[in-house]
Each structure stands twice: as structure tokens, then as C-alpha cells.
């Protein structure tokens, strides 16, 4: 997975895996449709539906929620040691969540 800013625009792109158990291609969100980036994982209930993507306790939870918050895109697994949630307005998805390697850098751009 990689994050940059191309154009005023964030592009999250996946890995040939990463698009295969998250059932999403790349992102591109104009960076006026971000509102917030947080660095933690948001709390969860069992009031979420997975339709599509792929979920296995502890260890990968990715693809589509629909949730009591709206839209969302999770792709986290018991790898990813840094944690950033993306609050979106105008956009498919309220909120992507994604687990990084520690060796990802999260762009300049994003801090707010």
C-alpha cells in the first residue's frame, strides 16, 4: 500500500493482494474532501456489515462496512503497526481506515 499526493488529490493505491482480500482498486480523493486524519483505529461493534471483503479475527479485517456512521473501507491486518483513520466528506466512503508498516510515511500534507 502507498499513499501520495498527485494534483490535489490523495491517491491510496493497493497491492495486487490488498485490492484481492479488500475487493477495492486504487482510491483517488481530491484533498478538499478530507476533513480529518487521525491516527488510531476507530471502536467497531457487531452492528457492521461486510459486504464485499474479507474478515478473520486478529488477523485481517478488509473491504466494505456498512455501518451506524455510513460507508466505510477498512483495510487493516495484525501487520500494520501504524494505524490512520481518514474522515472523508462528498465522497462513495465516510471513512477509510488503514494499517501501515511502520516503514510507510504518511504524507506532510495530512497534518492537521
Known amino acids: 500500500m502507498h499513499l501520495q499526493i498527485v494534483n490535489g488529490n490523495l491517491i491510496i493505491g493497493l497491492s495486487f493482494w490488498e485490492k484481492v482480500w479488500g475487493f477495492h482498486g486504487l482510491f483517488r480523493i481530491p484533498l478538499s474532501h478530507v476533513r480529518e486524519?487521525?491516527?488510531?483505529?476507530?471502536?467497531?461493534?457487531?452492528?457492521?456489515?461486510?459486504?464485499?471483503?474479507t474478515f478473520?479475527?486478529?488477523?485481517?479485517?478488509?473491504?466494505?462496512?456498512?455501518?451506524?456512521?455510513?460507508?466505510?473501507f477498512w483495510y487493516v491486518t495484525r501487520w500494520g503497526k501504524q494505524h490512520i483513520t481518514i474522515e472523508l466528506q462528498n465522497e462513495r466512503y465516510k471513512r477509510i481506515v488503514l494499517g501501515l508498516p511502520v516503514s510507510e510515511i504518511i504524507p506532510a500534507e495530512f497534518s492537521r
Open 37 to 53: 486524519l487521525k491516527h488510531e483505529l476507530p471502536v467497531t461493534s457487531w452492528k457492521e456489515i461486510r459486504i464485499p471483503g
Open 56 to 72: 478473520l479475527p486478529g488477523v485481517i479485517k478488509a473491504g466494505t462496512y456498512y455501518t451506524p456512521r455510513g460507508k466505510e
